[in-house]
C-alpha cells in the first residue's frame, strides 16, 4: 500500500492560488491518486482524481508527473471558505478502498 | 450522488455500555464502509460493510468489538460494544456509488461519540 506525505499545513491569502503537493514514492501501476476535501464538523468531499498528466474539473487541478511519484492539487484563487483539510490517497480503485494519510490544513487569510 | 443520513449525530456514553450507529442513503448502493476519526486525526478504515455476508474489517479492528450489520443496499448499522475512554471519536459511513473509472465516496455527517 503506497504511503503519502503531506504537509502538515499551509497559509494562504485570498485571490491566490494554492498548490497542495503530495508525495507517494511507492506508488503502484494500478493506483490511482485522489483527493479530498474536508471541512469541521463534516465527512471528507470528492475533490479530484486522476492517473497521470493533468486532470481538471471547476474546482481545482491536479498535476501528475510521468514518473507519478508525487501530485499536485491546485486550487485557483482560494476564498476563505476553502479553508479546510486537504486528504491526498493513493490506491487501486477496484478495492474501492480508501486509505487516508495525515491531510493538509489549509488556512486562507483574508 | 448520494445523501447520507447517520444517527444519532452525537452521543455521551458510558463505559462498558455499547451504541449502534445507523446509516441510511437515499439509493441504492453496492459499497459501504465504516470510518473512525479521532479528535484532530485523519480517517481509519474500520471495515467495509457487504450486503448479505460479514463485513470485511481492516486490520486492528474486530467483529467483536465493532459488529456491522448490512440488511439491505441502503442501510448498515455499526455497533461499539463494551466501549471505553480510548473509542471517543467521530464514526462516519460512506458510500461508493460508481462503478466507473472514478471511483468517488460520499461521507455521511459523522455520530460524534464521547465515552465517559
Known amino acids: 500500500l503506497a504511503k503519502t506525505t503531506q504537509p502538515i499545513s499551509m497559509d494562504s491569502y485570498e485571490g491566490q492560488e494554492v498548490n497542495i503537493t503530495c508525495s507517494h514514492n511507492n506508488i503502484a501501476t494500478n493506483d490511482y491518486i485522489t483527493w479530498y476535501q474536508q471541512f469541521p464538523s463534516q465527512g471528507p468531499r470528492f475533490i479530484i482524481q486522476g492517473y497521470k498528466t493533468k486532470v481538471t474539473n471547476e474546482v481545482a487541478s491536479l498535476f501528475i508527473p510521468a514518473d507519478r511519484k508525487s501530485s499536485t492539487l491546485s486550487l485557483p484563487r482560494v476564498s476563505l471558505s476553502d479553508t479546510a483539510v486537504y486528504y491526498c490517497l493513493v490506491g487501486d480503485i477496484s478495492f474501492n478502498k480508501f486509505y487516508f494519510g495525515s491531510g493538509t490544513k489549509l488556512n486562507v487569510k483574508p | 450522488s448520494a445523501v447520507i443520513s447517520q444517527k444519532p449525530s452525537r452521543d455521551i456514553c458510558q463505559r462498558g455500555t455499547s451504541l449502534t450507529i445507523q446509516c441510511q442513503v437515499d439509493s441504492q448502493v453496492t459499497m459501504m464502509f465504516w470510518y473512525r476519526q479521532q479528535p484532530g486525526q485523519s480517517l481509519t478504515l474500520i471495515a467495509t460493510?457487504?450486503?448479505?455476508?460479514?463485513?470485511?474489517?481492516e486490520s486492528g479492528f474486530v467483529i467483536d468489538k465493532f459488529p456491522i450489520s448490512r440488511p439491505n443496499l441502503t442501510f448498515s448499522t455499526l455497533t461499539v460494544s463494551n466501549m471505553s475512554p480510548e473509542d471517543s471519536s467521530i464514526y462516519l459511513c460512506s458510500v461508493d456509488t460508481t462503478p466507473t473509472s472514478y471511483n468517488e465516496q460520499f461521507f455521511g455527517p459523522g455520530t460524534r461519540l464521547t465515552v465517559l
Open positions: 460493510a457487504n450486503q448479505g455476508s460479514e463485513a470485511t474489517y
